[in-house]
């Protein structure tokens, strides 16, 4: 009897025993993306990711996270300081040469987030792999896959990869599929790479596009690459009907040699914000004093959002700076307190231009004829309303104590 209750208990005791050398918790592949996507450890990171590798069935996401992980711990010097350099560094070369179509998409799902700090990283790993990379990015744009990586992908991604993935881009250019905002992207990416290779495939496209934006981006990149003739024709496009010619010709006044300074005036008139920025932005290159006024005009539009006013305050910051805008702090001190500026963020805008050096040491410079600081405090003090402006006018006046 005793016999039959000794094995029941045996076989009970083995079985307890198996259960406890299972695994408990969370897994490591779990464990380690979560130090590395939420923590940015890449360190702790990667000994869970290398277990999770040796340990999971799948092991895609493993290998793509590793990727991630040394590429973010060789950025932020980590690796170095722990004494793992070397290694990461191999292991990166190593993983980057060997991998495949679904692990790149499985780092793009992951980085899908631009709020992820080690998205820049991770993304660097698919720059170093190149042609093939480049391969997934353009369709991916095309098929609107991960939109929060879309402008990484061509503002420096597609870039950085350049000639290995200039017959791609160019192959793209040419499908129907590709849509005309699109094409102009890739254009604008032809010319940060800056290749002549591009050149005949370009004006192949300018002659078969029925997009007046397109065709402008075109004449802007084939400038771009030493094909000058297309000079005036940009300049022109600053005055066009159509907005998107416009803006593409406003983008390319920093990179065009003696522009007309009064064409850029001009277009400072313009209620398109996207293209008064470029204007103004070109304007700190190409100087004239006679600028200011549009400037400060752009800095009190109704019609206008704050881009071209940031942009405006920069350029004359500049401008104080080489003495092109003498006495603009008088006047934009007058502005201010005269209560001709209704809009409380144009106020603001006002005051924060005055905040620059160049416009201190000119109420500073002139307090004995006229002192300015005064009146922007009386102003403070009786008129002012918006909190915004008050706080930033109390800043600027304590800044000139």
Known sequence: MKKVVIIPLL????????????????????VGKSK???????????????????EEVNKLEPRALLVIAYSYGI???DADRSGNGAKFKNQLS???????????????????????QVRKAGLQALVDK?????????????????????????????????????DLILAKLT???????????????????????AVDALKSLQTSTSEPGLAMEINTTLYQLGEKSYKNDIIAGINHEDVAVRRAAAKAMVNINNVPTKTLIAGLKDTDSEAVTALVEALAVHKDAAAVDGLVEVLISDELNKDPKQAAINTLDIYGQEKLARGLASRITKLIIGGTVND???????????????????IKAIKSIDDLAFKLYDYHEKKEENTLVKTSLKQLLDELQ
């Open 11 to 30: 076989v009970l005791l083995l079985a307890s025993f198996g259960c406890e050398t299972k695994q408990k918790g969370p897994s490591n592949l779990t």
């Open 130 to 166: 190149g042609h093939d990379a480049a391969v997934l990015i353009l369709d991916s744009l095309t098929k609107g896959r991960y939109p929060a990586l879309h402008e990484d992908f061509t503002q420096w991604m597609l870039v950085d990869i350049g000639t290995d993935g200039l």
């Open 175 to 197: 499908e129907e599929a590709t849509s005309p905002a699109l094409k102009s992207k890739l254009v604008h990416v032809l010319a940060e790479i800056g290749d002549v290779k």
């Open 344 to 362: 409380a963020e144009n106020r603001l805008h006002l005051v924060q231009l005055l905040r620059r050096e160049p416009f201190k040491k000119q």
């Open 94 to 116: 190593q993983r980057i040469e060997a991998l495949t179509a679904a692990e790149m998409k499985n780092i793009l799902q992951v980085l899908n987030d631009r709020r992820s």
């Open 36 to 54: 590395l996507i939420e923590s940015g450890n890449a360190l702790e990171a990667v000994g869970h990711l290398e277990k999770a590798e040796a």
């Open 75 to 77: 950025s932020t010097g």
